[in-house]
């Protein structure tokens, strides 16, 4: 596969075809440049015919960064939109991601926060970390990219003063032009007399942005609407061979298999962890695996329903059950006097379970290998190509330096697909096979060998007054997928579990003004395999929290959206996201005046809201829910607003919201993942759900203008949505919904 062979845009509104490379990520690689193309700097190319090329280190999975990205340097560069390009960036120091202390270095004031920054960003830096999680893409690239674009126009503009005479200062750039009053000169034109000594260190950024803000045409659209966009699952080599694979149980290691007469062609390949089957087709391969007799040696505690029990457990203190003055657990906060606030009569105790959940990517787990000569190359739709090498590397016990890895599109992703298990098992398998092997996991396989969202139990005691919460005492129960991830990707950097406020963010610095409020984490024991799922541990923190809050609000028969007003007078950026949505979706509670099904005999409408802040951004939703008697109630309306600081493209900040929600809704409607002797239960979307096209409610997206640093945008739609329907729930039925999924399949 040469770097043209993927085109993921083509003639996009009559402008230009733009290409994208499925360019090779081998360890500390240089960016090359193709004839006719010069390398301006470490992130941008211009081709003799005028194309702009900008190298992406972040995995495009629908969130639209190759876009976001290529935008920020269009519009400090000053390009025209329909001549920009994306290709992959190599591995290397250049292409780490800079935002890898985001989490660690946020609420951290200077100096200590720019001292944390720059920590990360030599670890990455020294490790070729590429890496695309945690909503940071462009929290993390807008600095950089602008500064390298901002250095490529200067040094166009000063190619231009020469040939033009003056000073280059009086100099624009529009349009792929370089421009002073009437005169203009191309880029293509200009971009052999560039000279490296122009390049500065600290060049001027432009004061007002152009391009950046506006809507756009994603680059990666028009291929993905005609067909033409290539996925992991699409790439195809000669000679190729598929494989398919049966992992067993949890843990399980491989104890014997036995085959009968296979078909000519068809070749079993045995590891300790799993047993495939390689043909010319994947159905033959995947029949032909179905017609084994393999027999698995158990874990020494395979996942079973002990897990949640387990977690359910951690609650509770020497036997005892976690009462409003206790502690139990690790104290990640503890500010005022929460014995004295919570002692007595009048307080609310509430508790709070949410079960393991699967990422269930539509594009399932698949990688493509091709192994020869000690040397591997991996083409996968990766979120690492970092952790893909080393994943493999590690299998085929050969240098990292040694594996190239080329990324594709992912068809889905949400944290599942920055681990490597997938490229290791192909690698080991198209060395076995002695060609090479695309492998794809089964529905079945994704399902039962997810890197799964934990269980999570909580219980809390508060107590309020219509001016707000006077109390809080929270214990929140959950396993540490920090480690569990660690252990897995980071080899010696991986330390033993441990409690702390990283594994519950977002249920420790509230927005709200409570002056008496402890937190504490309980460290749960689980032997199944844990990931990063979207909005990491917002997604359980923002149902609790914002669903405790709800209950406070009722306990003083407040109005709930007055009563979060009421304590965001300090957190005017939160007050006023919540202040929009109540607008826009207002009132709270039940509404008989909606037209909505109310033509049905006895139906109810109401309204809940929650509000999360996540990664930068601050998200406030609306549910509307319909409950009619007898039957199972319906969400039918989303109103949300978003304050996620400058943004890049604004069509892409609506969609990622929509996307977050209708994945948030998944979950809290019927997400539940359950084991049983090391299996999971739910091995197909009959027994998981997904909310359909017939399920989904109407969802209106409201962006906040900010003059804020970027947010991240692809988890923050996520957390809020199960607390705003679990409040909506409440206000049509008079019961509480603590426990997730509200409709279990």
Known sequence: MNRRTLLVAALAGGGLAIGWAVWPRASRGNWAAAPGETLVNAYVKIGADGRVVVAVAQAEMGQGIWSALAQIVADELGADWRAVGVEPAPLGPDYANPGLALGAAAGLSEPMRSVVMATGRRVARFFDLQITGGSNSVRAWEPPLRAAAATAREMLMKAAARRWQIDWQLLDTAGGFVTYKANRLPFHVLVADIDADDARDDPVLRPTRRLAGQTVLRLDIPAKVDGSARFGIDVRLPGLAYAAIDQGPIGAQVASHAAPALPPGVTVVAQSGFVACVADTWFAAHKALKS????????????????????????????????PTDTVGTAVRDDGDVLTALAGAGGVTAEYGLPFLAHACLEPMT??????????????????????????????????????????????????????DACAQAALIARAAGRPVQLIWSREEDMGHDMF?????????????????????????????????????????AGR???????????????????????????????????????????????????????????????????????LKDQPRHAAVLAAVLEMGGPLGKDAESA??????????????????????????????????????????IWATVDCGRVINPDTVVAQIEGGIIFGLSAALFGRISFQGGRVEQDNFHAYPLVTMADCPEIDVRILESDADPGGIGEPGTPPIAPAVANALFAATGRRWRTLPFFPA
């Open 292 to 323: 084994l007799t393999i027999k698995w040696q158990p874990a020494a505690s395979p996942p079973g329903p002990w897990l949640e029990a387990a977690v359910r457990g951690a609650l509770s203190s020497d036997g005892r059950t976690f009462g």
């Open 367 to 420: 990688a493509t290998a091709r192994v020869t000569e000690g040397r591997a190359e991996i083409w996968a739709p990766t979120q690492s190509a970092t952790l893909a090498a080393r994943a493999v590397a590690q299998a085929l016990d050969i240098d990292a330096n040694d594996v190239v890895v080329h990324p594709t599109l992912l068809g889905g992703g949400f944290g599942r697909k920055v681990e490597g």
């Open 453 to 493: 969202r934990p269980a999570v139990a909580a219980r809390l005691h508060g107590k309020a007054t219509p001016n707000g919460i006077s109390g809080w005492n929270a214990a929140i129960s959950v396993p540490d997928v920090g480690s569990a991830f660690a252990g897995r990707n980071l080899g010696s950097f």
């Open 497 to 567: 579990p441990s409690a702390g406020a990283g594994a519950i963010e977002g249920a420790v610095d509230l927005p709200y003004a409570i002056p008496n409020i402890r937190v504490q984490h309980c460290l749960a024991d689980c032997t199944a395999p844990l990931g990063f799922w979207r909005s990491v541990g917002h997604s359980f923190t923002g149902f609790i929290v914002e669903s405790f809050v709800d209950e406070l609000a009722a306990s003083a028969a407040v109005d709930p959206g007055a009563f979060r007003l009421a304590m």
């Open 596 to 637: 909505e099904d109310m033509s049905a005999a006895g139906a109810t409408v109401a309204r809940g809201v929650a509000l999360v802040e996540s990664f930068g951004s601050i998200v406030a939703q609306i549910a509307e829910v319909v409950s009619v008697p007898g039957q199972r109630p319906r969400v039918t309306k």
